[in-house]
């Protein structure tokens, strides 16, 4: 079935440290990309959004992601973490040729901090 | 307020009774869209709205859920009959426009708990 992939479900790391959170989906053709988080006691927000041009995107907060159409992939990165990424990360995949206009979400992974 | 908001914020109910979700999106906004995310799962989309146009009922898991939207305000979310498996955060979002690469705000979401 065509998905949407995270692969660590929680990850845990000491401040100033790097960050890499995988995504892969299955779907071919044109993909609208998204990085949402949800920090604790919030809702939803949008980090960053790949929909065409350079294939490296910047968000909030220093967050990065690349999309690599090769590999499906769409990672995010960040070069060293905070205390306040504390968070859960969603990634979510728009394929407007075969699921409309819905987003199609990876499970979540969830971020622990620790200062 | 500036953002989407939602009603209630929790909802306890019991097997076999019905129950309705309300969603108020960011005005001006023309594309409505309902999700249902379960404990551990990500977001599972339900149902779109845009504008005047027929709704996208595709992700509705059964004939028990259904949604209306007044034109481009209010929407509310119905599950009849619920059952044990509805227990759920089921979030709103809205967009400016509806093509797949539009942003998507969300709403706090509603925590609905079935006995």
């Known amino acids: 079935a065509q998905s949407v992939s995270q692969h660590n479900h929680h990850v845990i790391l000491s401040e100033a440290a790097s960050l890499e959170l995988g995504c892969n989906y299955s779907?071919?053709?044109?993909?609208?990309l998204f990085w949402y988080v949800q920090y604790p006691g919030q809702h939803l927000q949008l980090l960053l959004k790949y929909f065409s041009g350079d294939p490296l995107v910047k968000g909030i907060k220093g967050f990065e992601a690349e999309f690599i159409k090769s590999k499906f992939s769409f990672n995010l990165r960040k070069p060293s973490v905070q205390w306040s990424d504390t968070a859960e990360y969603f990634c979510?995949?728009?394929?407007?040729?075969?699921?409309?206009?819905?987003?199609?979400f990876g499970k979540g992974t969830t971020l622990s901090v620790s200062s | 307020g500036a953002g989407v908001s939602q009603s209630p914020s929790n909802k306890v109910t019991e097997k076999g009774k019905d129950v309705e979700l309300r969603c108020d999106p960011i005005s001006g906004h023309t594309a409505l869209y309902w999700y249902r995310q379960r404990l551990g799962q990500g977001l599972e989309f339900l149902i779109y709205f845009q504008g005047n146009s027929a709704p996208d009922k595709s992700g509705l898991p059964s004939d028990r859920f259904s949604a209306e939207r007044t034109g481009e305000s209010v929407s509310t979310l119905t599950i009849q009959r619920t059952q044990q498996e509805d227990s759920a955060v089921y979030l709103c979002a809205s967009s400016f426009a509806g093509g797949g690469g539009e942003t998507q705000y969300f709403g706090p979401g509603t925590r609905l708990l079935v006995l």
């Open positions: 779907y071919g053709g044109t993909v609208n």
């Open positions: 979510a995949v728009n394929a407007p040729n075969q699921a409309g206009t819905a987003l199609i």
